[in-house]
């Protein structure tokens, strides 16, 4: 995210995650991991109730290597088997261009306030055709 948000935005973004935060997110969501060897280099958490992926981070060094595509297929299998009919994601910048390669459009601009800072972000959707039983 470094090369689309200012320094003291991402600083103010990571100050927000405690254990006891992510603690309630594990509660309340899946989460998915990617790794190799015993090292976790991705991973995704999102809601099939709320049709909305929360995160789908891969290690930058990681990267242009098919996980983030891995994590996202495995996450869309997941819906489709529960006969969700759209999933939902607010982007962040550096990931518009993934999530729009993946069949997700723009629906509209949206500013994640913080404390102090804020973050531009896009909402994004994509529609899923089910199969037929």
């Not at 910048?93 to 729009?100: C, T």
């Amino acid at each position: 995210n470094a090369t689309f948000y200012p320094p003291e935005t991402i600083k103010e973004w990571l100050t927000d995650i405690s254990e006891e935060n992510t603690k309630q997110q594990f509660k309340n969501s899946i989460w998915i991991v990617a790794e190799i060897g015993n090292k976790i280099i991705g991973f995704g958490q999102y809601s099939i109730t709320d049709r909305e992926i929360y995160q789908l981070n891969v290690s930058p060094s990681n990267l242009k290597q098919g996980i983030g595509k891995t994590l996202y297929n495995y996450i869309e299998s997941d819906f489709r088997k529960n006969r969700k009919r759209e999933i939902s994601i607010n982007s962040t910048l550096n990931a518009m261009a993934f999530y729009q390669k993946l069949g997700f459009e723009i629906i509209k601009e949206l500013n994640f306030k913080l404390k102090r800072e804020s973050l531009k972000m896009m909402k994004m959707k994509k529609s899923l055709i089910l199969q037929m039983d």
